[in-house]
C-alpha cells in the first residue's frame, strides 16, 4: 500500500504522462476547427481561464489539447501559467460517477449488495422520520427524496469556534455531517416520484463503500481502480493529513479554482466544495482530482467492459447501472446523468444510451457506448468566481460541435 507521502508524490509529480493524439498542433484545417474555436472563444470571453479536452473513439484518442492558462490574465495574475495537458484538476461531482458509482458496481458485481437493497439495512440510524423506504439504487439514480444540498459547512463552522474547536476537516466532521442526514425527515410518498440530484445521497453511498470494503474511500478507490487501471496522477486530497503533518500536494500542477471568500485564498489542491472541504477532502460527492489522461483510462475501461471486453467489471453490471431503473424518459441512471433538457446535452447527437455527469467546478464526462465515445472537458470555469455561469452554456455547444466532428469524419472515411 503507498504511504501518504507517495501517494501525494505520485499524484503531483512532474511526471504525469499524456497520451499522444492523432496531430500534436491544432487542426486548424480539420473537421475539429470548430471544436478549437468554440474552446478559445470561451476563454476570449472570460468562460473559464482555460481547458483540457480529451476526445475518444473506438479507444483511440483523437484529441487531447490544452487550451489557455490556470488563472485569468488579470492585475492580480499578470503572467498566469499555460495549462496543458497534464493539469491536473478538481473534478467536483464527476467523483460521483467515476469513483463512488465504479466503486458500486464493484461491490454489486461481488455480491456485496444489491440496488434494492434498504439503505437502513446497513445504516440503522438512517432509517427514521420517513426515510425507512429509501433504497440504495435510489440513492444513485436521485430518486431519494433526499435534500439536494445543505450547507453543512456553514453549521461545522460554527462547532469549530466554539467547544468543539479542531473539528473542521476531522472524523468528527464527517461523523457529523453523516449524523445530520439521519435526522432528516422525507415524505415517504416523494421517495421514487422523482429525481432530483442529491449531493446527501452520494455522501452516503461514500460512506457504504468504506463500510462495505472496511477501508477508507481513498483507500478502496486506489485498490479497485486507481491501481488497476495506472492512474498515477488521480487521488483525494486528505485535509486531515494537510493539518497533521504539513503535506501538500504541489500546486504547481494543478488548476486553482475559485478565490474563497470565507476560505480567504485561493483553492489549489484543495477541494472546492464547501462541505467536502468540511469533511476532510474525501467524501462520496465530490473530491477526486484527475488529469484527463486518467479519466480517459477508466472511460475506456468501463466502455470495454460494457460490451464484455475487459475483466474490470463484467458487462452485465456495467449494463444495468447505465440502463437505469427504466422509468424515467430522461435523467439519472444509476450514478450516471443521461442526455437531457436540464443538462443540455440533448438532442446534440449522443445516442439514447449515453451517459454523463457535468461538474460544479467545469469539468465534465460523457461516454456514448453506441459509439464507443469518451468526451472528458476539464475546467476551472470557478476560478477567481463560482459567480461566473459564462462556460454553462459552451459545454453543450461545445459537446454539439464535438459531435458534429465526428459524423463529418466518418462521412469523409466512408
Not at 500534436?24 to 472563444?41: G, I, Y
Not at 492558462?69 to 460521483?96: C, E, H, L, W
Not at 452485465?316 to 430522461?330: I, L, Q, S
Not at 460523457?366 to 468566481?385: F, H, K, M
Amino acid at each position: 500500500m503507498q504511504t501518504a507521502e507517495s501517494l501525494f508524490g505520485d499524484m503531483f509529480s512532474s511526471k504525469a504522462e499524456s497520451l499522444p493524439s492523432r496531430a500534436q498542433a491544432r487542426w486548424a484545417d480539420s473537421e475539429f476547427s470548430p471544436v478549437v474555436e468554440c474552446l478559445d472563444q470561451a476563454i476570449r470571453d472570460g468562460a473559464t481561464p482555460g481547458a483540457v479536452l480529451l476526445v475518444a473513439q473506438g479507444g483511440s484518442v483523437l484529441l487531447h489539447e490544452a487550451f489557455g492558462a490556470r488563472t485569468p490574465r488579470s492585475a492580480k495574475y499578470p503572467d498566469p501559467q499555460p495549462m496543458n495537458v497534464g493539469t491536473v484538476f478538481d473534478i467536483a461531482a464527476v467523483t460521483g460517477s467515476i469513483i463512488t458509482t465504479t466503486l458500486a458496481m464493484k461491490l454489486v458485481e461481488a455480491g456485496m449488495f444489491s440496488l434494492g437493497e434498504k439503505v437502513c439495512r446497513y445504516a440503522q440510524s438512517f432509517g427514521v422520520l420517513g426515510k425507512s423506504g429509501i433504497t440504495l439504487g435510489q440513492l444513485l439514480n436521485q430518486s431519494s427524496s433526499l435534500p439536494a444540498w445543505l450547507p453543512f459547512f456553514e453549521e461545522l463552522l460554527k462547532e469549530n469556534a466554539g467547544a468543539r474547536r479542531g473539528i473542521i476537516t476531522s472524523r468528527g466532521a464527517r461523523d457529523y455531517v453523516f449524523q445530520a442526514i439521519n435526522r432528516l425527515q422525507v415524505k415517504p410518498a416523494a421517495i421514487g416520484a422523482r429525481q432530483v440530484y442529491s449531493d446527501l445521497g452520494m455522501m452516503l453511498m461514500g460512506q457504504l463503500v468504506e463500510q462495505l470494503t472496511g477501508v477508507g474511500l481513498e483507500k478502496a478507490a486506489h485498490r479497485l481502480i486507481f491501481q488497476p487501471l495506472g492512474m498515477k496522477s488521480t487521488s483525494f486530497v486528505d485535509l486531515s493529513m494537510i493539518k497533521r503533518r504539513g503535506i501538500h500536494p504541489v500546486t504547481d500542477l494543478i488548476a486553482p479554482t475559485e478565490d474563497c471568500p470565507w476560505r480567504e485564498r485561493l483553492l489549489c489542491g484543495e477541494v472546492h466544495d464547501d462541505n467536502a472541504w468540511a469533511m476532510g477532502g474525501i467524501a462520496g460527492h465530490s473530491g477526486i482530482f484527475s488529469t484527463a489522461h486518467d479519466l480517459h483510462l477508466v472511460c475506456r475501461e468501463l466502455l470495454r467492459s460494457v460490451r464484455g471486453e475487459s475483466e474490470f467489471l463484467a458487462a452485465p453490471f456495467v449494463r444495468e447501472f447505465w440502463k437505469g431503473a427504466g422509468d424515467y424518459a430522461e435523467g439519472w441512471r444509476y450514478g450516471w446523468d443521461s442526455p437531457s433538457r436540464e443538462n443540455g446535452m440533448i438532442e446534440i447527437g449522443f445516442s439514447n444510451h449515453a451517459v454523463g455527469h457535468n461538474g460544479f467546478t467545469g469539468c465534465s464526462v460523457w461516454l456514448d457506448p453506441a459509439q464507443d465515445l469518451e468526451v472528458i472537458l476539464l475546467s476551472n470555469r470557478v476560478c477567481p468566481s463560482r459567480n461566473n455561469k459564462k462556460f454553462l452554456p459552451v459545454r453543450p455547444a461545445l459537446h454539439e460541435r464535438i459531435l458534429g466532428a465526428l459524423r463529418k469524419g466518418a462521412a469523409h472515411v466512408g
